[in-house]
């Protein structure tokens, strides 16, 4: 199986380029503004005019209202959006570029939710009070083969160098995505651990643009 990889939570141009070289398909930059991986739309322009043709830029986002969402994307070009908050399946519906939701699992979560959002893909995160994303916990993987049935099934929540090879075995998600556990700082990519993360992925995993493939695929 070909697994694809998302980085989140860019704030450097050096990271991000360097997840590019390693083989990185999307580059997460991350709009919340209580994040400590914030980063200002303009300055992720920066990054984003000089990646590589073929990696897809997604702007993370929560909660956002319908005008901030709009000038996020116009400042900083990305070009897919990840709703990470309480969005709607009407507000996730009428962004302007393409999109996917994510879920936070923990006790009461139903695989069956993701149906209601008709993105083909989704993104699957652990849960933890009063924390929206990037808090190094993991979660039990078993839900992803129920997910699948529905949705194609981007893995998060704290997955690194240690884990990550375990949980692509284990869960057999179509994606990963990689933060906390490849940072030395919030916000700030370890150039060992990152290497290290695609590595244990394996030398012969194809990358491509997640998104795209899902519109394909649907």
């Not at 989140?8 to 709009?31: K, Q, V």
């Not at 897919?80 to 709607?88: D, I, L, M, R, Y």
């Not at 507000?91 to 939701?101: G, R």
């Not at 704290?158 to 700082?185: C, F, I, K, Q, T």
């Given at each position: 199986m070909r697994?694809?990889?998302?980085?989140?939570?860019?704030?450097?141009?050096?990271?991000?380029?360097?997840?590019?070289?390693?083989?990185?398909?999307?580059?997460?930059?991350?709009?919340?503004?209580?994040?400590?991986?914030?980063?200002d739309p303009r300055r992720a322009r920066q990054i984003i005019d000089a990646l590589p043709p073929l990696v897809t830029p997604v702007a993370v986002v929560v909660n956002p209202r319908p005008r901030d969402l709009q000038r996020w994307l116009r400042d900083s070009g990305a070009r897919?959006?990840?709703?990470?908050?309480?969005?709607?399946p009407a507000?996730?519906?009428?962004?302007?570029?393409?999109?996917?939701?994510?879920?936070r699992v923990g006790e009461g979560f139903e695989p069956g939710a993701v149906e209601t959002y008709a993105a083909p893909?989704?993104?699957?995160?652990?849960?933890?009070?009063?924390?929206?994303?990037?808090?190094?916990?993991?979660f039990d993987w078993s839900v992803v083969a129920e997910v699948r049935r529905?949705?194609?099934?981007?893995?998060?929540?704290?997955?690194?160098?240690?884990?990550?090879?375990?949980?692509?075995?284990?869960?057999?998600?179509?994606?990963?995505?990689?933060?906390?556990?490849?940072?030395?700082?919030?916000g700030i990519k370890d150039p060992e651990r990152l290497r290290a993360a695609f590595a244990a992925l394996g030398s012969g995993i194809l990358m491509s643009d997640p998104v795209r493939q899902g519109r394909e695929r649907s």
């Open positions: 697994v694809r990889v998302k980085v989140c939570g860019i704030t450097r141009a050096e990271d991000a380029f360097m997840a590019c070289d390693l083989g990185a398909d999307a580059l997460g930059f991350n709009f919340v503004p209580e994040s400590p991986r914030r980063i897919a959006v990840q709703f990470h908050g309480e969005e709607s507000m996730c519906a009428a962004s302007p570029v393409a999109w996917f939701k994510a879920f893909w989704c993104l699957l995160d652990a849960r933890a009070p009063g924390q929206r994303g990037g808090t190094g916990r993991t529905r949705r194609k099934v981007i893995l998060a929540g704290g997955l690194g160098p240690r884990n990550l090879a375990e949980a692509v075995a284990r869960a057999a998600p179509d994606a990963v995505d990689l933060n906390s556990g490849v940072e030395s700082a919030p």
